[in-house]
């Protein structure tokens, strides 16, 4: 199983910014698409954002304008450039990435999750 890790959640300010990270590692033949989802306290996982492996983007209509999603494949991270952050953005954030471990072979991984707290 490929491992994921996030990096870059913390406490912000409303009106900040962050720009998280998450890095598979392991036995990777490829990578399809990659996101991002969140879990508020008290309510489901959303999603958040998707890049595809030609670079095609799915946003939330929540976060439209306000987030960027973008991919490093030479390097299996995928980001999410988040600005003008508000309270109810506060969450943990996860990664997702559909990952081929050869060429038979596909699985839906999800990093551990980041903190995000927006908060005066």
């Known amino acids: 199983q490929a491992q994921l890790v996030e990096s870059g959640g913390g406490l912000v300010q409303p009106g900040g910014s962050l720009r998280l990270s998450c890095t598979a590692s392991?036995?990777?033949?490829?990578?399809?698409?990659m996101g991002w989802y969140r879990e508020a306290p008290g309510k489901r996982r959303e999603l958040v954002a998707t890049?595809?492996?030609?670079?095609?983007?799915d946003v939330a209509e929540s976060v439209k304008g306000r987030v960027t999603i973008s991919r490093n494949n030479a390097e299996n991270t995928v980001y999410l450039q988040m600005i003008d952050l508000k309270p109810e953005d506060t969450a943990v954030y996860y990664c997702n990435m559909d990952i081929w471990r050869d060429v038979n072979e596909v699985r839906i991984s999800w990093g551990q999750g980041t903190q995000v707290t927006v908060s005066s």
């Open positions: 392991g036995t990777i033949y490829r990578i399809d698409t």
């Open positions: 890049i595809t492996n030609d670079g095609s983007t």
